[in-house]
């Protein structure tokens, strides 16, 4: 059984930072792409931001120059380090792997974590 665990959102003054962090567990035999998406109140859930299994990034306009994803392949542990945050950034953000597991390959989320930021 794979799970994703997410951890370390929270509350914050804009302009701040926060590090997002998701931990892939179970029987993992290797994870391709991973993506941050978010889902703020009353609209549809956003792709923020993605990395490859070879590092290539890419980025939603509205973050590109703040935010930074990043993975550790070890650890299977993907990061979204957010800086200069906006009150507009106010979300529920979610984290998603694509993962070839022993039952075969299936796409797998987070429980998802509240960031707020303050204006």
């Known amino acids: 059984q794979v799970q994703l665990v997410e951890s370390e959102g929270g509350l914050v003054q804009a302009g701040g930072s926060l590090r997002l962090s998701c931990a892939a567990s179970?029987?993992?035999?290797?994870?391709?792409?991973m993506d941050w998406y978010r889902q703020a109140p009353g609209k549809q859930r956003e792709l923020v931001a993605v990395i490859l299994g070879g590092g290539g990034t890419n980025y939603a306009d509205s973050v590109k120059g703040r935010f930074t994803i990043s993975r550790d392949n070890a650890k299977n542990t993907l990061y979204l380090q957010m800086n200069t945050l906006k009150p507009e950034d106010t979300a529920v953000y979610y984290c998603?792997?694509?993962?070839?597991?022993?039952?075969?390959?299936?796409?797998?989320w987070g429980q998802g974590i509240q960031v707020t930021v303050s204006s």
């Open positions: 179970g029987s993992i035999l290797g994870i391709g792409a």
């Open positions: 998603h792997m694509a993962i070839a597991a022993m039952g075969g390959r299936s796409d797998y």
